[in-house]
Structure formats: C-alpha cells, structure tokens
C-alpha cells in the first residue's frame, strides 16, 4: 500500500511540477527582465536624457515605492479572486507600463513610469510565491522555489544580448534602439497576460489535466499541512502583520535585496567601465557570464536544502558568499578577476532564495502566508530602492563604485547575521511540524 501510494504521489508532483514551473518561470523571465531592462538602457539612454549617476540610482529605485504601498493589498486580492485572473491583470497592466516608457523625454517622466511599473507589478511575486504553496508540501517547495526563481539568472542570461543587440541594431522610424527595447521587451507581458488567464489553474480541485486519484490525494496531503500550521497557531491578518517573525524575515530580506539590485541595475554600467571599446552588446555577453554562474548554484543549493530539510544555515551561508565577491570586486581593477568575483557574489545572492523562501511558509497557514510573504516581499524589496541609489550617491561622491561595492557587500553580511539569530530550535521545531504534516 505504502509503495502504492510513494508512486501515487510521484506521479502528481512530477506533473504539477511539469504543468506549473515552466510556465511560471517563463513569466517571472519576462517580470525581472522588464524590472531590470532599465539597466541595459542605462548605457545609452542616460547620456541622452542628461542622467547623472544619482538621478539614475533614484529612477531604478522608485520603481520599489510603489510595488511597496500595493503589495499586500495585490497579494490579498489573489487569494481572495484567484491566480488566474490577478496574475493575468498584473501581466497586462505592467506590460502596457512598460512599452509608454519607450516615449520618456526627462527624469520626471521615468520617475513617474517606474513608480507606476511598480504599482502595476505589486503582488506578481509574493503571488507567485503563495501559489506555489497551493500545489507543493513543504518538502518540495525550496526546489520549486528556486526553479522558478533561476528565472532571475535566466532573464539576464537571455536578456542582456537579446536588449544590447537592440539597441545597437534596431533605430526603425529614427527612433533609437534604446527606446526600441522597451516596446519589444514589453509586448511580451501583455501576450502572457492574455495566455496565463486561459492557461493557470487556480487549485487542484480545477486541474483537468490531473486525476481525480491524484487530486484527491494532493488535497489531502496539503489539507493535512494546514491542519499542523493551524494547530500550532491560527493567525489573523493583523496578527500575522504584528508578528516579530515576520518583520525579522522582511529584514532579512531587506539586506539581501539591497545587494541583489545594488549589481543588478549597475551591473552592465561596471563592465562598460572596463573598456570604451566595448559595444553594448559586447557588454550583454559578459554580462551573461555572472547569471550562468547564479543560476546553477541556485539549483543545486535549493536541492541540497531540500535534502537535508535545512534551511536556517542554508539562507546564511550564501550572502557571506556574495559578501566576499563583492568584496573582491571593489579590490581589483582587472577585468577577468572582477568578472569572477562577480559571478560568485552572484553565485551567493541567487543562493539564497530557496532555503529563504521556505521558512515563511513552516509557521503560516494559507490565509495567513498571503499577508505574510507579501509584507516580507514588500518591505524587503525597499532594498532594491536603497541599493542602486546609495551606489549611485557613492559612485558620484568617489567617482567609482568601489564604495559601493563595499557598502552592497556589508549589508550581505548583515543578511547572513540576522539568519542565524532566528533560533536554531525554533528553525528544527518548524521544519519538523512540517515534515510531520507530509508523512
């Protein structure tokens, strides 16, 4: 019977793995793509609107004010309507955001675009986040996590060449390719908002393409997780925003999102900096090689978390990584060893992500989870306002981003520092209530 039921069981997650994951990381491909494209832009597009290094920290950043003031109402709104509608709303909306931004004459017109991108993308995230838990036990879900989230590597793997050759290659109607790659990059979204409303599945009871045997028993596996979470503690959703543990992972998540964007937004700019005989899309195909490297330590740190069922030291140890490779970057002025160094505080970052966004989930039932992932998400990601701007003000008090460097570096060491004060008990305690919850 036990054997019976370990097949049973395989063969549901294999294919809710299979029906969901491609198709969510395909979308979180096009989500950060269009978040970051501004960085590729910045190459050409700063000299021609007048930017200096300030004003465009504080263009790439604004874009966190708004996902931040929208967050949790967007996250309660899926819940409560569903992640096919809200998820395709969210695409459609943010798409449309991004292809205006195209026809920006000033700093003002950006400033108001990417605070409207990020008002119309608020909810895409933690939405995601959540409705993975819909569908995985605790057990499977820092893989499933970090599956999706190698999105992130993967969208500037394919597109730092695919926006550089743009704008290098694409002037139609003499508008320059700058412009260009906003409306190329943002039709996308828009077509998969129309795709991801015929497409999602809300839950298991509405998934055509599973058995009823198989429906059945992944309900009743989830059902009795939830049971767990809510025997040791029911939360409503004002306690869940008073509650201590959730504002130490927003801190958390603060720290680490102040690095991730500090060299994802500047990224393309320091490469530049190597040599002024570079093209943009010379710059691209570098800019590929520190993603590569993210993208695969991702994986297979998610997948010895999910072995061992540890996540407290498998979230602390990455952001020490990334710590010293920004460390090592800001030491040297030869271009291959800061290339390296890059890619292993990349490596460090992108590392984090699984182990981290399983521990949300060990204490919160579902109604609770939506409020809870979406004010860690919201409030971590005023990191990504934090980061590119204080490298921007550092870069243009020093004249390198050297300063930068260090600062984006110390706050990883912060991450790494507030992981390991969350309670090693505590941490058992939890992974072992789930664990308990999926036999």
Known sequence: ????????????????????????????IVAFLDRVNLGYAALDMNKALGLSAETFGLVSGIFFFGYFIFEVPSNLLLHRIGARVWIARILISWGIVV?????AQNATHLYILRFLLGVAEAGFFPGIILYIT??????EQARAFALFMTALAVSNIVGAPVSTWIMDHIDWFGMPGWRWMFVLEGLPAVLMGVITYYYLTDRPD???WLTQEEKNWLKAELQREQAAKLKVKRY?????MKNGRVW????????????????????PTIIKAFSKLLTNTQVGLITMIPYIVGGIAMILWARRSDRTGERRIHAAIPPVVGALGLIGAGMTSNPYVSILMMAIATAGIYSF???????????????????????????????????PYMLGMLKNATGSVTAGLFFL??????????VLAIRKEHARKLSDESAEASM
């Open 409 to 418: 570096s110390a706050s990883l060491l912060v991450t790494s520092i507030l």
């Open 206 to 208: 509405d998934a055509d």
């Open 248 to 267: 130490h992972l927003s801190l958390i998540y603060f720290t680490l999102v102040l690095g991730l964007y500090g060299i994802g937004f500047w990224m």
């Open 236 to 240: 409503t959703t004002l306690e869940v």
């Open 353 to 387: 992500f699984g182990p981290f966004w399983s521990l949300p989930a060990l204490f919160f039932s579902e109604s609770a989870a939506a409020v809870g992932i979406a004010v860690i998400n919201s409030i971590g990601n005023l990191g990504g306002f934090v980061g």
């Open 1 to 28: 019977m036990d054997a019976v039921a370990t097949s049973l069981g395989e063969r549901t997650i294999r294919k809710v793995t299979y029906r969901i994951i491609p198709y969510i990381f395909l979308l979180y």
């Open 99 to 103: 292809i205006v931004t195209a026809w």
């Open 134 to 139: 819909y569908w995985f036990r605790a057990k």
